[in-house]
């Protein structure tokens, strides 16, 4: 999804998603045109001190949406905030974080790692947290601190006391015990003090799952909204991924490439004037769905399946390999972590790698032998072909 980079605040890029700018004028809108329902909702909130009164500020629409504008922008502001508590905690243990980006559901700061240890995993996850309830704190007593007046003073006095009771409310709701929430790092982070990290994981996901299912729930028959129930599955899908990543990270930790790629021996290639047809005929015979396509030793391309079905079926003893190959050659070392190579892939969109050791293709490595290795790796056995190291085939038991 297309996202625009506004800014940097401490080194961190600050990005806009599109689904944000969306939402933006919707909240503006919503807060505008409702004030009077916000301010009655803050004065429960409030009650009985110093109360907001917003009579100044609903007669005139054009104030009230500017109102609801300057609202909206101070509740992503507060966002960006929080995230940042995240993020200044993260930096401090020497994760790099690649940027805060705010989007749909709120704002995101993407770690590039994430840590295992599970007191660094706690701090980073309650800051966000503890900076949006400093945050309300400090809206509050500004609140107080304003005498009612105008109308200028009114709108100050609503944003004020809307800060404070929004960035509680933020700060509670991200303590819900749902990935990607905070509250889910929490309770993982509490889980992994006396267990593995991947079974914390996958408690945490499960209770996560659990709770996504009766906000759910409580969403479409509760009365809660289209929105909670957008946000149950959101947490759910969370909860179903981080589980997903964290035990295949489990189960790859220590294995290498080397250890289970196609290597050099075994390896099928094709020449670049090979035509489509023969190459076809191989695919079906040999039951690969992708070759590299080697000339003179060296490789210069990979062909796939989908490469070869794109020239009609009456030319394909006329065009050769090298007409459709793809030229742009995804490849990885020997000694890179599998879990690394299956990101790697993820991110270029591709089903293969090609392995390359000083310039020589010494392997290929394909989605299919990933999968396969775990579950060789999940059924108990080891894939490790290196013999001076021998380990147990699943990896972190501490
Ligand atoms: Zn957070």
Redesign the pocket.
Known sequence: MRSFRIGRLFGIPIELDLTFLLILPLFAYLIGTTLGEYASLINEVLAPTNLVEVSALTGDSTVALVVGLLAAVGLFVGVII??L??SLVAMRYGFPISSIKLWLFG?V?QLSEMPEDWKQEFNI?VA??IVSVLLGVVSYVAFTAVQPGGTAIAAVRFLLAYLAVVNVALAIF?MLPGFP??GGRVLRALLARNRPYAQATQIAAEVGKLFAIGLGLFGLFGGGGLFLVAIAFFIYIGASSEAQRTVMAAAFDGVTVRDIMTPDDDLKTVTPDTSVADLLGRMFTERHTGYPVVENGRPVGVVTLSDAQSVKEVERDAYQVEEVMSRDIESVDPETGAMDALEQMQAAGVGRLLVMEDDELVGLLSRTDLMTALDIIKQGGAVSRSTDSPRPALGRTN
């Open positions: 929080h995230e508590g995240h704002g700061a996850a966000g947290p991200n929430m905070d």
